[in-house]
């Protein structure tokens, strides 16, 4: 048999991308189950109907580009997008806006651009801005954390929910959204921009019902304890190492910044700092959504920057802007700029000069 | 550039701190197949293959020729030039090839190498060592480093002597223990078991360097060889033995010049322009040997290991030793191998070779035989997810996947633009990588495809330079006709009407008479030639080939006498015997040459020839002839004069032409 | 009045521009047609005249009055592909009247047959062959182009075209290039 050559390495550290993409997805794992335990089963089923339509998408566009099938399917980059997508997006959502969501993060954003590491946008935060741009009343419409409801929806009731439009006893979301008393439940967000609007201080929008049983009180009930695993579960993700800690940081941080000079500036219009932080999608955000390399920054400097601009823009798009969250807009807008901090973000190179001179040949 | 001052660098040693280098990985070292059994000896194998070129520079001149029996430590190349450096006849035997063989480079392709069959006693040459080197002058020192054929042995194998004889002013000497690649162990076992030979051998660096401090660095998990050193060291004040943390590659000499001085060697330039050098233990252990005992360097330790392997060690390998010797030594067992490969070098940074045939050569530290399973087995390249993990294990701070992208695409200004040369090839980050890349094999395509089109392009304006300097030459030859053609059409325009047709007429009789007269002249003297025949011909031939053969023999007779009569006080005399014997030679050699071409100048020299150039006047005499055959005669003649010149190498290559005919 | 400003306004601000102009004019003026010297830098100089011009510089000037790009086959896909870039054309596949790419060859000179006519020479355009008349010939390695035109002239056929092999300095890499052997193993009885 003859000797067979390669390239030096010939040792590597047995982590591959399938590996990482895997232990993304178990970080997810706690608070996806919390999430059920507060929204009820609609979580499993749009998880369900995503994945599988991630899978087929992507092995269909794999197959018309003529690349390698199973070997792509296997690195669960496709599974955690739809995950991705199944967690923003409210419970009760119509199967085929789900769907139709899915479809475009894996087979438009992502494929359309050459596949995995060469996409320039988050796949599932585009698709969770097309289906909300698109969809914006249904993308909205939350269940309240089952606490509130009257009586909880069962699993069949859920799919009746999705697959028809109403529950097995014929209610349809909107129903379901008001609570016993005729009051409609808003999410936490939600809550504090509709009460702003309507003339409210901030100290007397949290007294919402939406923030009865929270972490605290100007906490939404269910959803800051999402968002306290999600916490955790980004945490393990900085224990193994699969993401690092500056896009994390400079977001968490710039929102913190921006939160408290807000809030400092008028108590009664802006939202704490711990309000921005545990209401809302800010902490799968950073931990899981603007760490995705392949539409992130690559250097060091340059994720904290990354991360930093997402926070900023988070904290204007939430006080200022129309939608009440705005992590998906935050993210997206930052892609764009990506390019642009790598390009300046390039560290010294061993034996350069300072980095003014750094493109002399 | 970045430079941190000696004093405080020096605070810091004494503190016991270091600097740290960014990135870097730590892969499972698996040192202990093989760092705790002392090193071996092996057997001499059946045939020992020496490239003559093991080092970063030209070759040296081949000294013996196939068939010369050779012994231990006879050098079997000379240094001719600063970067050439002699290799060394590593057993006593017989040279049997001297031609292209697979050497030892990832290539797989052939170089120049000398085959011995070893005559099984081993028997050292003379040897000459300079044990009180203290005594000589350090050109005297690095002399014979040069002569022991002494280049580093840590990795690129750059001339010894080159290093130890530079001008700089020199803050640290740095000797390189640290070994950081997983699976070896040959430095390790050397400074465990040589460690006072290291010492000494860095003792004789430092007379010819005069650092200010010594650093000898170890990594720390090496704690015995590291212990050895210290106590080797213990009475020397100028000698530090540092314990850098391991990590990899802590050994690459930027890296550790950067965790010991916290300096960076600036790009484009080496490390003694920030007043450090480097050398290896194992370069150490050599130069020593040279120097106390006179050995050149004709071994040296390769650890063999591997799970493939059933004896895994380190063992002093002959240089040439072919690798399925020590293969054979070690236990090979081929059912434990999918696939054959054997690395030469680490995991890391080492090499596939692709013939078992392959020679140790002076940079050979390291033969990895792996088990199926143990490294990696297939390629399984992926997609690049931009995780930058690459980035964050580069010990140069480079940007992996950027350099990665325009590698694979062909963009080669950007890549440089990205530094791509300034890769080190350390591997780290196609260690690290998610998507198995083997992205220093991208780097290392680009690199060489980067050279080639230099190359090219500089061919290019070559020969663009050389076409357009044709195209003026063939101008001016053609303007130069004209100018010809119209001077003398001028000529004839002036001298017609002046000569009246009478005068025109005696002239032309004249020369014909002339001619004529020329003619019989030349007739007489031929007429022994003219009617010679073909056979007769090649006879003179015969003659001639012998003659310019003696020619050439007495050339070189000439050149001994000269030698002789060095030693004759006389200087004058000597250089006018001298000049007189080159005259000769040539007289011989352009006699020979000119045969063919006019018979007029052969008879001319005819008279001031000497007598033993009798015979080749002949065979002028006769060329007038005008056959074919002659002239081929001739020709060869000419080419085994030219060749016997060539083999005495003597006069003709000292002194010019003309300065002969002057004297 | 305002007819009259409005004249003079815009015959000053023709002057301007004018100056402007006429300024630039000068002080950017384009010498010689630096064109023509980058497409003799992108060809590769192997003065081959397969493109039916006399050398290299020839058809770069051509390709700068309009001629095809794709007429080198010295410098094949990628030469053609770099004048495109340059001319701003669509690449095209190399023309095969005018030849096939090849491996880069050099001309040598069987020297036991050359018989000195001095034929090659005078062809070699860039002066690669060195000898005198009835002396033997031989080709200078590094400074042949591999363009093939001393082959034809030669009346003994004694140059060959030899494909250059690649050596451990040139070597890019490519495994596929490199010869496999295998470890012989002695079976221990």
């Known amino acids: 048999m003859k000797l067979t050559l390669s390239s030096s390495p010939h040792q590597r550290v047995q982590r591959d991308t399938g590996q990482v993409m895997r232990l993304v997805i178990y970080a997810m794992a706690p608070a996806m189950l919390v999430q059920m335990y507060f929204f009820g089963w609609g979580l499993l089923i749009q998880s369900i109907i995503a994945v599988s339509t991630a899978l087929i998408t992507e092995a269909g566009i794999l197959r018309l580009r003529q690349k390698p099938v199973v070997r792509a399917l296997s690195d669960y980059s496709a599974v955690l997008t739809a995950l991705l997508l199944a967690v923003s997006i409210p419970p009760g959502l119509p199967w085929w806006m789900t769907l139709i969501g899915t479809f475009c993060a894996i087979g438009i954003v992502k494929q359309l651009y050459g596949g995995l590491g060469f996409n320039m946008f988050n796949p599932a935060m585009v698709a969770y801005v097309i289906l909300l741009v698109s969809f914006p009343a249904a993308m909205t419409m939350w269940l309240p954390p089952v606490q509130f409801m009257a009586d909880p929806l069962s699993f069949a009731d859920t799919v009746s929910l999705i697959f028809t439009g109403y529950t097995q006893a014929g209610l349809d979301v909107a129903q379901l959204r008001t609570v016993a008393d005729g009051i409609t439940m808003a999410t936490p967000l939600d809550a504090v921009k509709t009460g702003l609007t309507e003339g409210l201080t901030y100290s007397e929008a949290i007294q919402s019902r939406i923030f009865n049983g929270g972490l605290a009180n100007s906490l939404g009930a269910g959803w800051s304890w999402v968002a306290l695993t999600y916490l955790a579960g980004g945490l393990f993700l900085l224990k193994t190492k699969v993401i690092n800690w500056h896009i994390p940081v400079g977001m968490i941080g710039s929102v913190v910044v921006c939160a408290t000079v807000l809030h400092i500036a008028d108590m009664d219009f802006y939202a704490s700092p711990l309000f921005h932080i545990f209401n809302g999608s800010l902490l799968i955000g950073a931990f899981f959504i603007a760490t995705d390399p392949v539409s992130a920054s690559t250097t060091n400097k340059g994720r904290l920057i990354f991360g930093a601009a997402i926070g900023f823009w988070l904290v204007i798009i939430r006080t200022f802007g129309g939608y009440p969250d705005a992590v998906a807009f935050a993210v997206i807008i930052m892609n764009m700029a990506v390019p642009l901090i790598d390009y300046y973000t390039r560290p010294r190179t061993y034996g350069h000069g300072s980095r003014s001179n750094k493109r002399g040949r | 550039m970045l430079s941190v001052s000696f004093d405080e660098i020096i605070a810091k040693l004494n503190a016991g701190k270091l600097y740290d280098f960014p990135g870097g990985v730590h892969p499972e070292d698996k040192k202990l197949l093989t760092s705790q059994a002392e090193i071996q000896t092996v057997s001499l194998p059946e045939k020992l293959i020496i490239p003559i070129r093991q080092h970063v520079g030209t070759e040296g001149r081949l000294a013996i020729s196939v068939g010369d029996r050779v012994k231990k430590g006879q050098p079997l190349t000379r240094s001719s030039h600063p970067f050439a450096i002699p290799v060394h006849a590593p057993t006593s035997g017989k040279v049997t090839e001297i031609g292209p063989h697979v050497t030892a480079h990832p290539s797989g392709l052939n170089e120049q190498a000398i085959t011995i069959i070893p005559d099984g006693h081993d028997e050292w040459t003379s040897l000459t060592p300079l044990s009180d080197y203290t005594a000589h002058s350090s050109e005297k020192v690095v002399e014979a480093l040069c002569d022991a054929g002494i280049s580093g042995m840590g990795g690129a194998g750059f001339p010894t002597h080159i290093k130890a004889s530079g001008t700089k002013k020199i803050e640290f000497m740095v000797i390189n223990g640290v070994e950081c690649e997983p699976y070896i162990t040959a430095d390790d076992r050397l400074m465990r078991e040589h460690a006072w030979q290291v010492r000494q051998g860095t003792d004789v660096l430092a007379h010819l360097i005069k650092p ?245 392009k500089a061919r290019a304006e070559k020969a663009r330079e050389r076409f357009e300097a044709r195209k003026a030459r063939l101008e001016r030859e053609k303007i130069e006709r004209e100018e010809k053609h119209r001077r003398a059409k001028e000529a004839r325009e002036n001298k017609t009407p002046a000569g009246s047709s009478k005068d025109k007429v005696a002239a032309a009789l004249a020369r014909a008479k002339a ?101 080749t006047d002949e065979v002028s005499t006769q060329s007038a002839e005008d056959s074919k055959k002659q002239r081929v005669a001739a020709a060869v003649a000419r080419a085994k004069a030219k060749k016997a010149q060539r083999d005495s190498k003597s006069a003709p290559d000292k002194s010019s032409p003309s300065g002969i005919a002057k004297r | 009045m305002s007819l009259t400003v409005a004249l003079i306004a815009i015959g000053l601000l023709a002057l301007i521009f004018g100056l402007v102009l006429g300024y630039a004019s000068i002080k950017f003026k384009v010498e010689g047609d630096p064109l023509v010297d980058q497409i003799d830098e992108i060809l590769p100089q192997t003065q081959c005249g397969q493109c039916g011009y006399p050398g290299c510089r020839p058809y770069a000037e051509a390709i700068a009055n309009g001629d095809e790009i794709n007429k080198c086959p010295p410098g094949g896909e990628a030469t053609i592909k770099q004048l495109a870039d340059l001319m701003g054309v669509e690449a095209k596949p190399l023309d095969a009247a005018h030849g096939e790419e090849d491996e880069k060859k050099v001309a040598f000179i069987r020297e036991d047959e050359c018989i000195g006519c001095t034929k090659c020479i005078q062809a070699c355009p860039v002066d690669a062959i060195l000898g005198a008349a009835k002396h033997m010939h031989t080709v200078i390695t590094d400074e042949c182009t591999g363009c093939d035109l001393c082959v034809d002239p030669c009346p003994v056929d004694c140059i060959d075209m030899v494909p250059v092999s690649p050596t451990t300095t040139s070597w890019t890499w490519d495994f596929d290039k490199t010869p496999k052997g295998d470890i012989p193993i002695k079976m221990v009885s």
Not at chain 2, 239 to 254: F, L, M, N
Not at chain 2, 430 to 452: F, G, M, N
Not at chain 2, 563 to 570: E, W
């Open chain 2, 515 to 615: 001619k004529r007269a020329g003619k019989e002249e030349n007739n007489t003297e031929q007429d022994q030639s003219a009617t010679q025949t073909d056979k007769q011909a090649k006879v003179a031939a015969a003659v001639a080939r012998a003659k310019a053969k003696k020619a050439g023999g007495q050339q070189s007779d000439s050149k001994d006498n000269q030698d002789r009569s060095d030693n004759v006080a006389d200087e004058k005399k000597q250089q006018v015997a001298a000049a007189v014997a080159r005259a000769k030679a040539k007289k011989t050699q352009r006699d020979s040459k000119s045969a063919p071409d006019k018979n007029s100048a052969a008879s001319e020299e005819n008279s001031s020839a000497q007598s033993e150039n009798r015979a």
């Open chain 2, 212 to 456: 200010q401090v010594i650093i000898i660095a170890i990594e720390d998990n090496k704690p015995e060889a590291l212990k050895a050193m210290q106590i080797a060291c213990q009475d020397s004040a100028d000698i530090r033995v540092v314990s850098v943390p391991t990590k990899y590659p802590a050994g690459g000499e930027k890296q550790l010049i950067q965790v010991l001085t916290g300096r960076e060697v600036p790009r484009d330039g080496l490390p003694a322009d920030i007043g450090v050098l480097m050398f290896n233990v194992g370069t150490c252990y050599a130069i020593a040997d040279a120097i106390f005992q006179g050995k050149p360097l004709v071994e040296r330790v390769v650890t063999v290991t591997g799970e493939a392997v059933e004896k895994p060690c380190n063992v002093w390998a002959l240089i040439g030793t072919p690798v399925n010797h020590l293969l054979k030594e070690a236990g090979y067992n081929p059912t434990k191998q999918a696939q054959p490969q054997v690395v030469m070098g680490g995991p890391m940074m080492g090499f596939t070779l692709n013939d078992a045939d392959v020679p140790v050569v002076k940079i050979t530290n390291c033969l990895l035989v792996p088990a199926s399973g143990e490294l990696i087995d297939e390629d399984n390249e992926r997609p690049c997810i931009r995780c930058s993990a690459c980035a964050d294990a580069c010990p140069a701070s480079l940007l992996p996947q950027q350099l990665f992208w325009h590698a694979k695409a062909h963009e080669y200004d950007k890549a440089q633009e990205y530094n791509l040369f300034d890769c080190i090839e350390c591997g780290a980050c196609a260690y690290v990588c998610p998507s198995e890349i083997p992205l220093v094999h991208y780097y290392r395509q680009a690199k060489s495809s980067i050279r080639q089109q230099r190359d090219e």
